[in-house]
């Protein structure tokens, strides 16, 4: 089944931009348009979920954020009617529509964005979320992550997560150091860990973290609502374009130095002692 966003997104957000002066609408209603002209075709579901986000944000952001939403909308072959024919929405439009932005836009957002922000975008990931039977866990993975963090060894934590999640050796360093730790969150629930794995995770891995008693049970029930398929399209947003490296093969051939830099001399007698067809041909031929 899948999770219900907030009762209220809009009376939510409106409640956290009066709290604190976080104004999170102009970021929230950027990734929810850039995720949204990202896929091709959308359900009836996904539709009206994004149409309702987007009519209660459109209007009370500013004129960037409404201009910078019109013109990836304007690009998208099957945008909704509704917002761009929206009053100040066709005015604050930029004078050509800019491509929607690639993967490390929408990660640089994220990753600048506050933890009230990445909270609720990340909750608000479950819209139009494909739900399917997760994967079983890699128990092997979590523990070696774990036993990483248990050592105080962001190091390790981090190329082990690399290799675990697929990503690039930045992106695993920025997860593992993030001083807010949503990040370890998201991965966390995508690589299926249990809950309690990942608060040892975070009371050992970073002190940042791990020295608010708040900020560990404010993450462990960010968590709680996160659900594995809004973390892994959270993954597919960090994760950057590129082609994976092809294998370097060794080469076939036996050294001419050996481990102390000398020569050896046991493989050079060796090819010496062994002629080549043509020559050991010539050599009959002067003995006869």
């Given at each position: 089944m899948k999770?219900?966003?907030?009762?209220?997104?809009?009376?939510?957000?409106?409640?956290?931009?009066?709290?604190?002066?976080?104004?999170?609408?102009?970021?929230?209603?950027r990734v929810l348009t850039d995720l949204y002209v990202q896929k091709?075709?959308?359900?009836?579901d996904e539709e009206t979920q994004y149409l309702e986000l987007a009519l209660g944000l459109i209007d009370v952001v500013d004129d960037a954020t409404r201009a910078a939403v019109t013109a990836s909308l304007s690009a998208y072959p099957a945008a909704p009617r509704a917002i761009l024919e929206r009053p100040g929405a066709a005015a604050s439009a930029m004078p050509a529509p800019r491509a929607a932005p690639g993967t490390s836009d929408l990660r640089e957002m994220f990753f600048a964005a506050g933890a009230d922000e990445r909270r609720l975008i990340l909750l608000n990931l479950d819209t139009g979320a494909a739900a399917r039977p997760a994967p079983p866990a890699n128990h092997e993975i979590v523990k070696l992550l774990e036993n990483a963090?248990?050592?105080?060894?962001?190091?390790e934590f981090s190329r082990t997560l690399e290799r675990a999640l697929g990503i690039d050796r930045e992106l695993a360093e920025r997860i593992t150091r993030d001083p807010s730790g949503e990040p370890i969150v998201v991965a966390a629930r995508a690589l299926g860990m249990t809950a309690a794995v990942l608060q040892r995770i975070l009371l050992f891995l970073n002190p940042a973290v791990g020295q608010s008693v708040q900020q560990v049970y404010i993450l462990a029930q960010l968590f709680d609502e996160l659900s594995r398929a809004a973390a892994e399209r959270m993954l597919n947003i960090w994760r950057k374009d590129t082609a994976p490296q092809p294998t370097v093969q060794k080469p076939a051939y036996e050294p001419v130095y050996g481990a102390d830099g000398a020569h050896d001399h046991r493989a050079l007698s060796t090819r010496r002692a062994t002629p080549l067809p043509g020559r050991q041909s010539e050599r009959n031929r002067s003995a006869r």
């Open positions: 999770k219900q966003l907030v009762n209220s997104p809009i009376d939510a957000l409106v409640d956290l931009a009066c709290r604190d002066g976080v104004d999170v609408r102009p970021t929230l209603l091709p075709t959308h359900s009836a963090a248990l050592q105080r060894n962001p190091g």
